[in-house]
């Protein structure tokens, strides 16, 4: 069983920045990506960032030069570091990561969340 838990959302003011984590753990083989997604009140799920163990990268066109997604292997852990932030950032933050457990079966896990709201 694979868990991942968030942290670091905030109450943050509009241009400052904040720095999410997430954290894998359990029977973990190998991770191919890593990623994260954000829900606004009354929006569908949509996507931020995505990590694949190749390194490759993918943002949304609304995050784009302000976003950086990052990893730590060793830890198995995600960043996401968020610099000039916006009202349109508010929404819950989930951490998704795909990979194989230990079994070597393919599993997706998704955390819990963590909240970040932007005042103007």
């Known amino acids: 069983q694979v868990q991942l838990v968030e942290s670091g959302g905030d109450l943050v003011q509009a241009g400052w920045s904040l720095r999410l984590s997430c954290v894998a753990s359990?029977?973990?083989?190998?991770?191919?990506?890593m990623g994260w997604y954000r829900q606004a009140p009354g929006s569908q799920r949509e996507l931020v960032t995505t990590?694949?163990?190749?390194?490759?990268?993918n943002y949304a066109d609304s995050v784009q030069g302000r976003f950086t997604i990052s990893r730590d292997n060793p830890k198995n852990t995600v960043y996401l570091q968020m610099n000039s932030l916006k009202p349109e950032d508010t929404a819950r933050y989930y951490c998704n990561v795909n990979g194989r457990n230990t079994a070597y079966r393919a599993f997706q896990s998704w955390g819990q969340g963590t909240q970040v709201t932007v005042s103007s």
């Open positions: 359990g029977s973990i083989s190998s991770i191919s990506s």
């Open positions: 990590l694949t163990s190749g390194g490759s990268t």
